[in-house]
Structure formats: structure tokens, C-alpha cells
């Protein structure tokens, strides 16, 4: 079984850049979930993709964009960087919207300067 | 205020002693209740789930919800070294549509030899 595989590692953007992060879920989830995680934080919740429709999302501006695939695989985007988009990004995947457990990959560390 | 408060420690404790995590929720629409381990630079792995009040124990691991004070603790008891990572407590609330995670802080636990 393949757990959840993100790329790429490390990003470094400067302000005004665009950004597309990738993620692909765990085998068998049909459901991906995107977090931000600042330096010293917990993750906070950016939206739900789900049968490739957002399904749910927490309160981030509307730069912050994603899309999921057939495969269920996913991609967030974030246009216009700021310097506070600095932060692990988390893709979480899970069976279904209402899983009792999300499975998270090693996240995508981005540094914007 | 936030919706999961948790002391960020650190916590620091020699090897075999039980450690005690403690977080505190404000929202009463939480039903389900996780513990996520974080070692640095790699994604939350799913330690504990817990669905409403009670306890839960696997291996050296206990989870405690009370929900009358909105109270979350994960016990570890013969601390190890191997330990030594950030634990975040998580809360979902039931009858939503998708599943958003909302994260404590996280505490830095350090287990010495």
C-alpha cells in the first residue's frame, strides 16, 4: 500500500509568485484535504477535495485555489505569494468526506521571500 | 480565541516516566477527537481516534475525552526516547458534510536517557 507522496520537498518563491504544490493520495482514498502549517503551529485547514469538487473549505483568501484529478491525485495553488504563505503545506487524504482518519504526507516546505 | 487551545511545552522527561498531554476545546459541535505524533520535518501520523467521551488504550498510549469539561489527554506511559517528537491534539465536529480537522498548537516533548 502507497501512502500519501507530496512534491516537491522544498519550494522557495519570492512575493507576487505563483505557486502549484502536488499531492497524491493514499490507495483506495478517494477524498484529499489541504493544511497550512506555520513554523510553531498547528495545521490549519485550507479545503476538501472530494469526487474532484471542493468540498469544504476553512478561511483562506481566494488565491489560495485547488483542483483533484480522476486518480483522486490533487494540486493547491496559491497565486500572489505573500511573505506569510511561508509554511509546511500538508495534504491529508482519507475514504470519504466524514473519514474517521486522515493520513498525511510529508508536506511541501515554502519559503517565500 | 481558539477553537483548540494546547500548552505548546516544551516538555522535557527523563526515559520511563508517563507523560501527560492536555488540551482544552471551545467548540460544543466536536465529536471526534485525534492525536497526532510529528517528528521534524515529516508530516502528523494518526496516533489515537477517539468518538465522544471515554477512554481509548492501545499499547503504551491512552486517550482521555471529557466532554462535560472539554478536556482532551493523551497519556504515555515508559516514556521513550523514540517518543521525543510534537504531539498535536485535532477535533471534528459531526453532521458536517466534510471533514475538517481543527489542530491545538502542539507540544514539543523531549524524552532523555
Known amino acids: 500500500e502507497t501512502g500519501v507522496t507530496q512534491s516537491p520537498t522544498h519550494l522557495i518563491k519570492t512575493r507576487g509568485q505563483q505557486v502549484t504544490l502536488r499531492c497524491s493520495s493514499q490507495?483506495?482514498?478517494?477524498?484529499v484535504s489541504w493544511y497550512q502549517q506555520a513554523l510553531g503551529q498547528g495545521p490549519q485547514f485550507i479545503f476538501q477535495y472530494y469526487r474532484e469538487e471542493e468540498n469544504g473549505r476553512g478561511n483562506f483568501p481566494p488565491r489560495f485555489s485547488g483542483l483533484q484529478f480522476p486518480n483522486y491525485s490533487s494540486e493547491l495553488n496559491v497565486n500572489a505569494l505573500e511573505l506569510d504563505d511561508s509554511a509546511l503545506y500538508l495534504c491529508a487524504s482519507s475514504e470519504g468526506t466524514r473519514a474517521d482518519t486522515q493520513y498525511f504526507g510529508p508536506g511541501t516546505r515554502l519559503t517565500v521571500l | 480565541q481558539k477553537e483548540v487551545e494546547q500548552d505548546p511545552g516544551p516538555l522535557s522527561v527523563p526515559e520511563g516516566a508517563i507523560v501527560s498531554l492536555n488540551c482544552t476545546y471551545s467548540?460544543?459541535?466536536?465529536?471526534?477527537f485525534m492525536w497526532y505524533r510529528q517528528y521534524s520535518r515529516k508530516g502528523p501520523e494518526l496516533l489515537m481516534y477517539?468518538?465522544?467521551?471515554g477512554n481509548k488504550e492501545d499499547g503504551r498510549f491512552t486517550a482521555q475525552v471529557d466532554k462535560s469539561s472539554k478536556y482532551i489527554s493523551l497519556f504515555i506511559r515508559d516514556s521513550q526516547p523514540s517518543d521525543s517528537a510534537t504531539y498535536l491534539c485535532a477535533s471534528r465536529a459531526g453532521g458536517t458534510s466534510y471533514g475538517k480537522l481543527t489542530f491545538g498548537q502542539g507540544t514539543i516533548l523531549t524524552v532523555h536517557p
Open positions: 477517539t468518538y465522544s467521551s
Open positions: 490507495s483506495g482514498h478517494n477524498t
Open positions: 467548540n460544543s459541535a466536536f465529536q471526534y
